[in-house]
């Protein structure tokens, strides 16, 4: 199992572009999730599924956008990239079952400029 | 609403010496309660979980956690650490029902050899 894979790791935007964030699990879980992280404020919720054709606004959802057509994938969409946007993204899965367990990639490192 | 408190941004410890990382949350409901590491570069992995039962957790890499519903806290303890426990420590809760992952804003421990 290779898990949660993120794609790309590190990303420069300059401000108004646009850009998709990948994330694949192979490990057939129906929840995924994205966060955030700044320095210092730890991570919060962008938008989460709690299965394929379901998503939710988290936290902080402006400027961003979901889609969840297969179980495996779970793609982040930045329309139009603003400095404020610049953090480190995380995807990650859950697992519902007895260990209820989330299950995190190893981020995307997104600076707009 | 959950909410998480780290008091410690920074907690600098001795190797071999012992580590108490402090995490206070607020809820009204009956919560989860995790503990996440996360190394430099790297994505969170689950060090300990609290769902039910005993108080006292044990996780991976002599890390434990005690839950104490009086004082709404889940601190996280080792009795000796190593400079590989260099890294930064979250805390989460989620309301039971609640599919969302509330987190602190972290704990940089530091291991002074």
């Known amino acids: 199992n290779a898990g949660v894979t993120q794609t790309p790791k590190f990303r420069i935007l300059k401000i108004g572009q646009s850009m998709t964030l990948q994330c694949t699990q192979d490990m057939n879980h129906n929840y995924m999730y994205w966060y955030r992280q700044d320095p210092g404020m730890g991570l919060k919720l962008i938008y989460y599924s709690v299965g394929a054709g379901i998503t939710d606004k988290g936290e902080v959802p402006n400027g961003y956008n979901v889609s969840r057509s297969t179980t495996e994938d779970f793609p982040l969409r930045l329309e139009l990239a603003a400095p404020s946007q610049t953090s480190v993204y995380f995807c990650a899965s859950r697992d519902t079952g007895s260990t209820d367990t989330q299950y995190f990639g190893p981020g995307t490192r997104l600076t707009v400029l | 609403a959950q909410s998480v408190t780290q008091l410690d941004s920074q907690v600098p410890v001795f190797e071999e010496a012992p580590v108490e990382l402090r995490c206070n949350y607020s809820?009204?409901?009956?919560?989860?309660l995790f503990w996440y590491v996360q190394y430099p570069n790297q994505g969170l992995q689950l060090l300990l979980k609290y769902l039910s039962g005993s108080t006292l957790v044990k996780g991976i890499n002599g890390f434990e956690a005690e839950f104490n519903k009086s004082q709404t806290s889940f601190h996280l303890r080792k009795p000796s650490v190593h400079i590989s426990d260099t890294a930064e420590y979250f805390c989460a809760v989620r309301d039971f029902g609640n599919e969302k992952l509330t987190f602190g804003t972290g704990t940089r421990l530091t291991i002074i050899p």
């Open positions: 809820s009204s409901v009956s919560v989860y």
